[in-house]
Protein backbone atom coordinates (compact mmCIF):
# COMPACT_ATOMS: atom_id res chain seq x y z
CA UNK A 1 0.00 0.00 0.00
CA UNK A 2 2.91 2.37 1.11
CA UNK A 3 3.88 2.31 -2.90
CA UNK A 4 0.50 3.21 -4.14
CA UNK A 5 0.72 6.17 -2.39
CA UNK A 6 3.70 7.56 -3.73
CA UNK A 7 2.68 6.95 -7.31
CA UNK A 8 -0.34 9.05 -6.52
CA UNK A 9 1.42 11.56 -5.02
CA UNK A 10 4.33 11.89 -7.63
CA UNK A 11 2.09 11.90 -10.64
CA UNK A 12 1.96 15.69 -11.19
CA UNK A 13 5.16 16.24 -10.47
CA UNK A 14 6.56 15.76 -14.46
CA UNK A 15 3.68 18.63 -15.50
CA UNK A 16 4.39 21.12 -12.68
CA UNK A 17 8.56 20.89 -14.14
CA UNK A 18 7.33 21.29 -17.31
CA UNK A 19 4.98 24.69 -16.15
CA UNK A 20 7.91 26.05 -14.60
CA UNK A 21 10.53 25.44 -16.63
CA UNK A 22 8.83 26.29 -20.03
CA UNK A 23 8.76 30.04 -19.68
CA UNK A 24 12.89 30.41 -18.64
CA UNK A 25 13.16 28.59 -21.94
CA UNK A 26 11.11 30.56 -24.15
CA UNK A 27 12.45 33.20 -23.01
CA UNK A 28 16.26 32.36 -23.37
CA UNK A 29 15.33 31.33 -27.19
CA UNK A 30 13.84 34.69 -26.94
CA UNK A 31 17.27 36.14 -26.07
CA UNK A 32 18.86 33.97 -28.19
CA UNK A 33 17.41 35.08 -31.60
CA UNK A 34 17.60 38.83 -30.09
CA UNK A 35 21.18 38.20 -30.28
CA UNK A 36 21.28 36.79 -33.73
CA UNK A 37 19.23 39.64 -35.29
CA UNK A 38 21.40 41.91 -33.45
CA UNK A 39 24.94 40.17 -35.21
CA UNK A 40 23.55 39.92 -38.58
CA UNK A 41 22.23 43.35 -38.40
CA UNK A 42 25.82 44.62 -37.04
CA UNK A 43 27.15 42.41 -40.16
CA UNK A 44 25.19 44.03 -42.46
CA UNK A 45 25.96 47.74 -41.30
CA UNK A 46 30.12 47.22 -41.35
CA UNK A 47 29.06 45.67 -45.18
CA UNK A 48 27.80 49.03 -46.01
CA UNK A 49 30.30 51.03 -44.81
CA UNK A 50 32.55 48.86 -46.53
CA UNK A 51 31.04 48.88 -49.86
CA UNK A 52 30.66 52.32 -49.18
CA UNK A 53 34.17 53.34 -48.54
CA UNK A 54 35.08 51.52 -51.60
CA UNK A 55 32.61 52.74 -53.92
CA UNK A 56 33.60 56.31 -53.05
CA UNK A 57 37.79 55.31 -53.41
CA UNK A 58 37.22 54.55 -57.02
CA UNK A 59 35.51 58.44 -57.60
CA UNK A 60 36.89 60.74 -59.42
CA UNK A 61 36.09 63.68 -57.57
CA UNK A 62 35.72 63.91 -53.25
CA UNK A 63 32.06 66.02 -53.65
CA UNK A 64 31.21 62.57 -55.92
CA UNK A 65 32.75 59.95 -53.94
CA UNK A 66 31.07 61.65 -50.79
CA UNK A 67 27.61 61.53 -52.29
CA UNK A 68 28.32 58.14 -53.93
CA UNK A 69 29.58 56.82 -50.05
CA UNK A 70 26.07 57.85 -49.15
CA UNK A 71 23.86 56.47 -51.84
CA UNK A 72 25.36 53.18 -51.50
CA UNK A 73 25.51 52.75 -47.97
CA UNK A 74 21.33 53.53 -47.78
CA UNK A 75 20.97 51.37 -50.75
CA UNK A 76 22.92 48.09 -48.94
CA UNK A 77 20.79 48.63 -46.06
CA UNK A 78 17.86 48.85 -47.39
CA UNK A 79 19.15 45.97 -49.65
CA UNK A 80 19.42 43.71 -46.97
CA UNK A 81 16.16 44.65 -45.09
CA UNK A 82 17.59 46.86 -42.33
CA UNK A 83 15.67 49.71 -41.22
CA UNK A 84 17.34 52.76 -39.41
CA UNK A 85 15.09 54.93 -37.29
CA UNK A 86 18.29 57.04 -37.58
CA UNK A 87 21.23 56.73 -40.59
CA UNK A 88 24.43 58.90 -40.72
CA UNK A 89 26.80 58.36 -42.82
CA UNK A 90 29.75 60.15 -42.51
CA UNK A 91 32.80 60.43 -45.65
CA UNK A 92 36.28 61.87 -44.80
CA UNK A 93 37.62 62.92 -48.26
CA UNK A 94 40.50 65.14 -46.51
CA UNK A 95 43.20 62.50 -47.86
CA UNK A 96 41.43 61.72 -51.00
CA UNK A 97 44.41 61.94 -53.87
CA UNK A 98 45.99 59.38 -55.88
CA UNK A 99 47.89 57.25 -53.21
CA UNK A 100 45.55 58.76 -50.32
CA UNK A 101 42.22 57.00 -48.97
CA UNK A 102 38.69 57.88 -48.09
CA UNK A 103 37.30 56.84 -44.58
CA UNK A 104 33.22 56.04 -44.49
CA UNK A 105 31.58 55.63 -40.96
CA UNK A 106 27.86 54.84 -40.57
CA UNK A 107 26.03 54.75 -38.00
CA UNK A 108 22.40 53.51 -37.70
CA UNK A 109 20.12 53.27 -35.00
CA UNK A 110 17.98 49.69 -35.13
CA UNK A 111 14.87 48.96 -33.59
CA UNK A 112 14.54 45.67 -31.42
CA UNK A 113 11.98 45.99 -30.25
CA UNK A 114 10.07 43.66 -32.22
CA UNK A 115 11.82 40.70 -30.90
CA UNK A 116 9.67 40.58 -27.68
CA UNK A 117 10.63 39.69 -24.46
CA UNK A 118 14.14 39.02 -25.80
CA UNK A 119 15.38 41.69 -23.09
CA UNK A 120 17.35 43.31 -25.59
CA UNK A 121 16.71 47.37 -25.09
CA UNK A 122 13.94 48.68 -27.43
CA UNK A 123 16.97 50.28 -30.05
CA UNK A 124 20.67 50.19 -30.14
CA UNK A 125 23.19 52.92 -32.42
CA UNK A 126 25.64 50.34 -34.55
CA UNK A 127 28.58 52.13 -35.74
CA UNK A 128 30.84 51.12 -38.24
CA UNK A 129 33.87 51.98 -40.37
CA UNK A 130 36.27 50.99 -43.27
CA UNK A 131 38.82 52.80 -44.98
CA UNK A 132 40.03 51.84 -48.40
CA UNK A 133 43.05 53.07 -50.21
CA UNK A 134 42.80 55.57 -53.46
CA UNK A 135 44.42 53.67 -56.06
CA UNK A 136 47.95 55.41 -56.46
CA UNK A 137 48.47 55.10 -60.01
CA UNK A 138 44.65 56.26 -61.45
CA UNK A 139 44.68 59.93 -62.98
CA UNK A 140 43.42 62.72 -61.27
CA UNK A 141 40.64 64.30 -63.44
CA UNK A 142 38.84 66.35 -60.94
Same mark, same amino acid.
Given at each position: ??????????????? =?????? @????????????????? &?????????? $??? &???? &????????????? @???? &?????????????????????????????????????????? =? $???????????????????????????
Amino acid at each position: MQAGRRRRSQSGGAA =VEVVLV @APLLIAMLLFVVGLGRL &ASTREVVDGA $ARD &AARQ &ASVRRSPERAAAD @ARSI &ATDTLAGRDVTCRELAVDVDTSDFRPGGSVGVDVACRVALAD =V $ALSGLPGQQWLRRSFVAPVDRFRGDNR
